[in-house]
């Protein structure tokens, strides 16, 4: 009957109006991209001693995110007192990515546990990546109240942090 047919056009126009207008106001933001979810777990691997470190180890992510967008940045205090800032990225192949505290002496490192293409190979952060930062900064001073952040900045901008570790210290469990 008409009723119905002029009944069931109006509620496919609200919902379509509704699904449009959610769409838009999405496209209407600010333009920064969103934090990646990202669950990490951390571990300390020989506590309270010079070769003592700390495995990150990513648990769960909602996409993988690129290997060379992630930064890990570590703010300690020097052996002269001073608040100290290491970053690096994690695609760093100078010490850093592709290896471990067991063959580098590097502050940070990182093990890409990589995505096997058929005979491509890819290198993304995602599950199963562990990064590794010792609980001795490189001038030798023992971490005490040291925080390590992780970010994700994929292209010029601020970037988004997507973990934070405070009150880190060499000889305390976490």
Same mark, same amino acid.
């Given at each position: 009957s008409p009723v119905i047919a002029t009944i069931l056009m109006v509620a496919i126009t609200v919902v379509l109006s509704g699904v449009i207008y959610v769409w838009a106001s999405s496209l209407a933001?600010?333009?920064?991209?969103g934090v990646p979810r990202v669950t990490f777990d951390i571990e300390n691997q020989e506590l309270g001693t010079a070769d003592g470190y700390w495995a990150i180890t990513v648990d769960q992510t909602e996409a993988e995110l690129a290997t060379a967008a992630v930064t890990v940045t570590v703010?300690?205090?020097?052996?002269?007192?001073?608040?100290?800032?290491y970053a690096t990225l994690l695609s760093n192949t100078s010490n850093v990515y592709g290896f471990n505290p067991a063959n580098s002496?590097?502050?940070?490192?990182?093990?890409?546990?990589?995505?096997?293409?058929?005979?491509?190979?890819?290198?993304?952060? $995602?599950? @199963?990546?562990? *990064?590794?930062?010792? &609980?001795?900064?490189?001038d030798g001073q023992s971490l005490t109240d040291a925080t390590i952040r992780i970010t994700y900045q994929p292209g010029p $901008?601020? @970037?988004?942090? *997507?973990?934070?570790? &405070?009150?880190?210290?060499f000889n305390k469990i976490v």
């Open positions: 933001e600010t333009g920064k991209l703010l300690y205090t020097n052996t002269e007192g001073v608040r100290t800032s002496d590097a502050f940070v490192t990182f093990v890409d546990k990589v995505e096997d293409q058929g005979s491509f190979k890819e290198s993304t952060f $995602g599950i @199963g990546d562990q *990064i590794f930062v010792r &609980t001795h900064a490189p $901008g601020e @970037g988004s942090v *997507i973990k934070t570790y &405070t009150d880190l210290e």
